[in-house]
């Protein structure tokens, strides 16, 4: 199985074994971070640049990084996260990175039978085996989807969490996605609902929310209209898309750098101070048929069709800053046999039918797992 988060990616093989690579300042891949390899962004020794075994991660289901937290799903079903530790009980934490306490070993988290998990920047989602979704973190926008913004001092003491998992208002999930601060959850009539921040239309019910904290959400999921079987969902930063079961894909939110795949970098005004341009309901991604899958990161958005294929488009990811945006889905050069597609913030992986795996992107935290910290605008494979 393949993972791939904000700047790691995790490879899960057969024999039960899991190798991890990326950014690991504040111990997201359960590696001392005081032997990291130096990588870029300013942020000093903070990489790993190369696969490495992660004994605690055998046998796992599921993996999630968030901004500087990480959590997994085990083979019993159990949830443990660790890393940035400001939503959760601080007893036994350590100074790291970039914030006041950090966790460099698993902390159990009390969801029950859970088979999947997702992260955003501050809160995480888990899915139980009987469609059931608990939240858990940051819950001033209505991360965790229980109808509230409510929530204990947190982050030294500015903004409201759920330091322990609450039930989100949804009900039959078979997939849940969380973006920067949104979540979204499929059920399985092939229908979504979507809550947390909504001031870029992220939540695609058609508004930008209401009210809340700095900004606008929907703290009780919303049904997102104009959906047909869904099969696949995605959750960028601060834009979602979702793949039907006739092929074709929709997205919504932030629509800055073509993201969205409409053809256009046009919407309404949203964002920060309304400097963006949005979509606040889903709109048809141009010219794909065939998707079965799709991922989203930062700025951009890929899909994956029946017969191996990957397309994708907004920010030309590993292209550099200058390279101009794709509106429209353009192919992976290099990939035809791809039976699993992940994305981070700025790279993308897949998994191939012989059992490789392939990465292209931004590679500034060592996302590529080649040992280096050069962007790849072409497939390359990490070390594995």
């Not at 959400?217 to 930063?237: I, N, Y």
């Not at 949005?278 to 890929?302: D, F, M, N, Q």
């Not at 790849?376 to 494979?381: C, G, K, M, N």
């Amino acid at each position: 199985m393949l993972f791939a988060g904000t700047r790691q990616a995790c490879m899960a093989s057969v024999d039960g074994k899991t190798k991890c690579w990326g950014y690991n300042a504040s111990g997201q891949l359960l590696l001392p971070p005081a032997s990291n390899a130096a990588c870029g962004g300013g942020n000093g020794n903070g990489c790993r640049l190369l696969p490495e075994s992660i004994d605690a991660l055998a046998g796992v289901r599921s993996i999630a990084f968030g901004d500087e937290h990480v959590c997994a799903v085990s083979a019993d079903g159990a949830v443990r996260c660790w890393g940035d530790a400001s939503f959760l009980p601080e007893d036994s934490a350590a100074p790291c990175g970039f914030h006041r306490k950090c966790r460099y070993a698993p902390t159990a988290v009390s969801v029950p039978r859970a088979v999947e998990v997702a992260s955003g920047i501050d809160a995480s989602c888990a899915r139980t085996q009987t469609g059931e979704v608990y939240c858990w973190g940051w819950n001033e926008l209505g991360e965790v989807g229980d109808g509230t913004t409510e929530g204990a001092p947190c982050f030294e003491g500015a903004k409201k969490c759920r330091m322990s998992p609450v039930r989100a208002h949804v009900a039959n999930a078979v997939q849940v996605v969380m973006g920067a601060r949104h979540a979204c959850a499929r059920l399985a009539d092939g229908t979504v609902r979507c809550w947390g921040e909504a001031d870029s239309g992220q939540v695609g019910d058609g508004t930008a929310g209401t009210p809340c904290g700095d900004s606008t959400c929907r703290a009780e999921p919303v049904l997102v209209k104009g959906l047909d079987h869904v099969v696949s969902l995605a959750a960028g930063t601060v834009h979602t898309c979702a793949a039907q079961g006739d092929g074709t894909v929709l997205c919504w939110g932030m629509n800055g750098d073509g993201r969205l795949g409409d053809g256009t970098e046009d919407g309404v005004p949203c964002g920060y101070k309304k400097g963006g341009h949005c979509r606040l309901a889903p709109v048809k991604v141009a010219g794909l048929t065939g998707v079965v899958e799709v991922a989203a990161g930062l700025y951009s958005t890929c899909a994956r069709t029946y017969d191996g294929k990957v397309l994708c488009w907004g920010d030309a990811l590993g292209r550099g800053s200058k390279a101009p945006h794709l509106t429209s889905p353009q192919p992976a050069s290099g990939v035809a046999d791809a039976v699993a597609l992940r994305m981070g913030e700025t790279f993308a992986c897949v998994l191939g039918k012989s059992g490789v795996v392939t990465c292209w992107g931004g590679n500034t935290f060592g996302q590529m797992g080649d040992g280096t910290i050069a962007d790849r605008p072409a497939p390359t494979s990490p070390k594995l």
